[in-house]
């Protein structure tokens, strides 16, 4: 299933063109190997390497010690079990929240369309038009003090949950989803007397099953990802995300033991990343194509 | 499961099984009916417009307030624009303007060059497009810290496999963060390296798109390939191209976390300092959050007219 792209076929079957062909594709296919897969070659390897020889120059392409020693005490001295729980927590704590309320608001104003239903859809996609960073002094100290409820949200899994639902932009992968489902169908079932959250889950999520994927993968890699806000939110050693937490003790422990901890801490994302490829891929188009 | 209708009305609307307290033909049958109905759409609503309003439209407004208060044991007075007054008298600000508009320079022509190119490389292929994919894809995945703390460590003058490798192919050793002239340079490398994915597999789709005819006409009329991507690749793709870009100036324009993490922030002589981390200073080092705030306005002004094309670029692609 080949489509025809800038080189015309005609050039490609000539014994010229498929030499060339072959050459340019040896030479990028090495060239992004290189760029891309070296440096990640570069945090594996150096991880192995003794106190000596990873700081030595000329630099080992192959390490010339072994010590693994480097990835335990990197697990106890950065207590890495801790960080990667707490990350966990906070990235699928998210993800719940961000399933159940942003799906429901999803729904109510494709499906149900209350009153104001639009205004609130455009105050909702205004947020995307104020650059983050600008709401994060304001959102900060809102955090310190949550106005009403008078509570201080620091050091709480809650300052990283409840903000995460605001995101105006799955709730509009949502919402066209939604939109794309014929009336007739959800009109049919009520009609037999399923109520809206029944119709909500009987038939609406089982049909949009691949925009819940695509949305469930933007708001784990979110939290995964972010750094300025949990590192203001939650100050507490004990509480910190994987990002913060490394970044705070790496001054303190020697180069070869903080390689070992940045390979540790990449694993994770990079394993489902592996599996999950075909989908993260495929919804990170989906979701900016049209977005 | 069903239940007999009782209302004159056949359009279906999505009713709770449960009795209806009103009669069947009470005169405000259609109103109570209606109010439940959007009682039901605003329950549904109600938890994600709660965490709107205090997260974001409440910061939003609060923005605009700060930018013209003061804070004095514990009590916000109004100080029209004194807050504004502090920014532009401090000396950074104007040194912090020029790095970010010249990171976003350098962003643009690394960041939005590279993937466009690699796009249209890889889409020639018929092989392998899945591993290139993959590959390119891969930084994006690393938590920013790893990726970060990585080119730290390739950089590093003393022992950093990148000075190794200049030496080998006979260039002069850099200082690389440590030297205010190309301490930029070396930001906008580690964050192009991290970030180019996403742009790729978005070009790689849209390339994806182009119908074939089109090259075979531009063939026909005897272009060459460099004609060909200029007069048919570009202006096939040159909406996601301006979608891109807009957004790309949007997000490198804030930038904040390479700079914070690979040079402390100011970098070498201030020459990283951005606007992003200056508000950063004046919000949490210096507990000024109303100079943070009026810095954070003049940010939001500048950027909300690339927004605004963006949505109005966004909408004329939906028609």
């Known amino acids: ?291 | 499961m069903s239940a007999p209708s009782l209302t004159p009305s056949k359009a279906g609307r999505p009713r709770h099984p449960e009795p209806r307290p009103q009669g069947p033909a009470a005169p405000g049958g259609a109103f109570a009916k209606s109010l439940r109905r959007n009682l039901t759409a605003h329950g549904f609503l109600i938890g994600a417009v709660v965490c709107f309003a205090v997260f974001s439209w409440w910061p939003m407004v609060r923005e605009f307030l700060l930018a013209f208060q003061k804070t004095e044991s514990g009590e916000s007075v109004w100080v029209g624009l004194d807050n504004f007054r502090t920014v532009f008298n401090d000396p950074s600000f104007w040194q912090a303007w020029g790095n970010t508009v010249w990171y976003t320079v350098l962003a643009l022509v690394f960041g939005f060059v590279v993937p466009f190119v690699l796009a249209i490389t890889i889409n020639e292929f018929r092989h392998g497009k899945g591993y290139l994919r993959l590959l390119v894809y891969l930084p994006v995945m690393l938590p920013p810290v790893a990726a970060v703390l990585l080119f730290q460590y390739l950089y590093d003058p003393g022992y950093g496999l990148l000075n190794e490798l200049l030496g080998f192919v006979g260039l002069p050793e850099q200082q690389w963060l440590q030297d205010a002239d190309i301490a930029m340079f070396s930001l906008v490398i580690a964050s192009t390296w991290m970030n180019m994915g996403g742009a790729t597999l978005i070009y790689l789709a849209a390339l994806q798109g182009i119908p074939g005819e089109l090259y075979e006409a531009a063939e026909l009329d005897g272009a060459g390939l460099l004609r060909k991507i200029w007069h048919v690749t570009v202006p096939q793709t040159r909406l996601i191209l301006s979608l891109m870009l807009l957004m790309q100036v949007i997000a490198t324009m804030q930038v904040f976390v390479e700079p914070f993490l690979l040079t402390g922030g100011a970098g070498p002589e201030g020459s990283t300092t951005t606007v992003v981390y200056l508000i950063y200073q004046y919000a949490f080092n210096f507990n000024n959050y109303g100079a943070a705030a009026a810095l954070g306005l003049l940010l939001l002004v500048l950027l909300a007219g690339f927004s605004a094309a963006y949505v109005k670029l966004s909408r004329a692609e939906d028609e």
């Open chain 1, 1 to 291: 299933m080949s489509t025809r792209t800038l080189i015309s076929p005609a050039v490609l079957a000539k014994s010229r063109g498929k030499r060339l062909y072959w050459a340019a594709f040896a030479l990028v296919t090495g060239g992004f190997t290189v760029a891309f897969l070296g440096p990640l070659y570069w945090l594996v390897s150096s991880g192995f390497k003794d106190t000596q020889e990873v700081v030595r120059t000329p630099p080992t392409l192959v390490p010339e010690s072994f010590t693994p020693e480097n990835y335990s005490r990197a697990w106890e001295v950065m207590d890495l079990s801790t960080l990667l729980f707490n990350t966990f927590y906070y990235a699928f704590g998210a993800l719940a929240f961000q399933l159940i309320l942003d799906v429901a608001a999803a729904y109510s104003l494709s499906k149900l369309r209350p009153v104001l239903g639009k205004a609130i859809l455009g105050m909702m996609l205004a947020t995307l038009m104020i650059p983050a960073t600008v709401l994060v002094v304001p959102q900060y100290l809102t955090v310190l003090d949550v106005p009403i409820v008078e509570r201080n949200l620091l050091n709480s899994p809650w300052a990283i949950w409840l903000p995460s639902v605001t995101n105006a932009f799955n709730i509009f992968l949502l919402k066209r989803f939604f939109d794309s489902i014929p009336k007739e169908l959800l009109d049919a079932a009520s009609m037999d007397g399923a109520s809206p959250m029944r119709i909500l889950w009987s038939i609406v999520l089982p049909i949009s099953r691949p925009i819940l994927g695509v949305v469930s993968i933007f708001a784990v890699v979110g939290v995964w990802k972010d750094f300025l806000w949990p590192m203001l939110t939650l100050p507490d050693p004990a509480k910190q995300t994987l990002n913060v937490g490394i970044y705070s003790l790496s001054n303190g422990v020697p180069v070869n033991v903080l390689i070992a901890a940045l390979t540790i801490a990449s694993l994770p994302t990079l394993i489902v990343f592996l599996i999950f490829q075909r989908n993260i891929m495929g919804g990170l188009t989906a979701g900016s194509l049209k977005g």
